[in-house]
């Protein structure tokens, strides 16, 4: 069992910075990747970005590319999202993701609204 807790999300204007914490807890030494999500009202949930446990490979969707930054502290078992230049558009519940042989874990999500 993997437990997930996002949080930092809120309200930020456009040009702003945050940064989203994602605390796991549980069965996660065996994890393949772990990952960012996002849903806007009226939309499918989106890859934002992954990190792979086997490559270390990191991967961004084209509308985050140069502007979010994914890590993972490994002592704390902390993902973290970095979110800089934030555009209107990034308005959304952002979602942390565990993906373990056989199951794939999400957290509560968490808000963040861009407005000014």
């Known amino acids: 069992q993997v437990r997930l807790v996002e949080s930092g999300g809120g309200l930020v204007q456009p040009g702003g910075s945050l940064r989203l914490s994602c605390a796991a807890s549980?069965?996660?030494?065996?994890?393949?990747?772990m990952n960012w999500y996002r849903q806007a009202p009226g939309k499918e949930r989106e890859l934002v970005a992954s990190?792979?446990?086997?490559?270390?490979?990191?991967i961004y969707a084209d509308a985050v590319k140069g502007r979010f930054t994914i890590s993972r502290d490994a002592a704390k078992n902390v993902l973290y999202l970095q979110m800089d230049s934030i555009l209107p558009e990034d308005t959304a519940v952002y979602y942390c993701?565990?993906?373990?042989?056989?199951?794939?874990?999400w957290g509560q999500g968490t808000q963040v609204t861009v407005s000014s």
């Open positions: 549980g069965k996660t030494d065996s994890w393949h990747g």
């Open positions: 990190i792979s446990a086997t490559t270390s490979q990191i």
């Open positions: 993701n565990c993906v373990v042989p056989g199951r794939s874990y």
